[in-house]
């Protein structure tokens, strides 16, 4: 009786139950259960932290990569509107009163337009009549202007530089810390499968994937947006030499307030 067949699968039953039990207490995941949410729900609550801290990094750098794009884009866009106007042969004292009554929804080729005829003016209302020194002046105010403007458009950038270099790391110490915490379980017990080791390892290799998945696209768009922003910069460089050289002649030609060019 001892050798009943029932009783005897009974028993491989139970050894069946044990081969599939997490030395955490857990019960191991079979292939057909092994999916990514499985793998996320069944990790340790650090791995789980990493998860979320990446997730949110990532949700938080594809809208970071938006904003610049639309803002790229409408920095371009305000720059050659602007300029278009600037040599269609428009006065300058024409373009600066439009620029001043245009200020806030001015873009910044034409504010820095503004602020070297500001100060060119501020300095002609002392009757300072030195070619030098209002062409300084006003070459000065665009440098100031130039480097706020830039301020303005590199903004979030080195947020996407960060998330870029950081997130491969924290992934990886997610991933780290889930094998650790997976080999710790299997201290315990006599033998160990395959089957018993690869559950706890994709537990910890989702948060490296979900690092590299918060990491790629944001070095992706620095890369972009860092030569963009490159070009808008040089754009704006050669305009201001550019106006300045306007200046300069007006100035050697007529020493009075300069209205065209």
């Known amino acids: 009786r001892s050798h009943h067949p029932h009783w005897l699968g009974g028993c491989c039953n139970d050894a069946a139950r044990k081969n599939t039990e997490h030395p955490s207490g857990t019960t191991f995941m079979t292939p057909q259960n092994m999916s990514i949410l499985n793998l996320v729900l069944q990790a340790s ?53 439009t620029a001043a009554q245009n200020a806030k929804n001015a873009g910044p080729m034409e504010r820095i337009f503004a602020s070297g005829m500001r100060e060119y003016q501020k300095l002609r209302e002392r009757r300072i009549s030195d070619p030098g020194t209002l062409l300084d002046g006003a070459r000065r105010a665009m440098r100031a202007s130039f480097q706020r403007e830039m301020d303005v458009v590199e903004s979030n950038l080195s947020f996407l530089g960060s998330v870029a270099s950081v997130s491969p790391y924290v992934g990886l110490f997610g991933t780290v810390w889930g094998i650790m915490h997976a080999f710790t379980g299997f201290a315990g017990m006599e033998q160990v499968t395959l089957a018993n080791v690869a559950p706890g390892i994709a537990e910890a290799l989702v948060a490296t994937a979900i690092g590299l998945f918060a990491a790629i696209p944001a070095v992706v768009a620095y890369n972009r947006f860092a030569r963009d922003i490159d070009r808008v910069a040089i754009h704006q460089e050669t305009f201001i030499e550019e106006f300045s050289n306007i200046l300069q002649r007006n100035l050697g030609a007529h020493p009075g307030s300069p209205s065209g060019h």
């Open 45 to 97: 609550w650090v791995v789980q932290l990493v998860m979320l801290l990446l997730l949110s990094v990532s949700i938080a750098s594809w809208a970071a990569i938006f904003r610049k794009l639309f803002a790229l884009k409408r920095v371009k866009s305000l720059n050659e509107d602007f300029e278009r106007e600037f040599w269609s042969g428009t006065s300058l004292n024409d373009l600066f009163a």
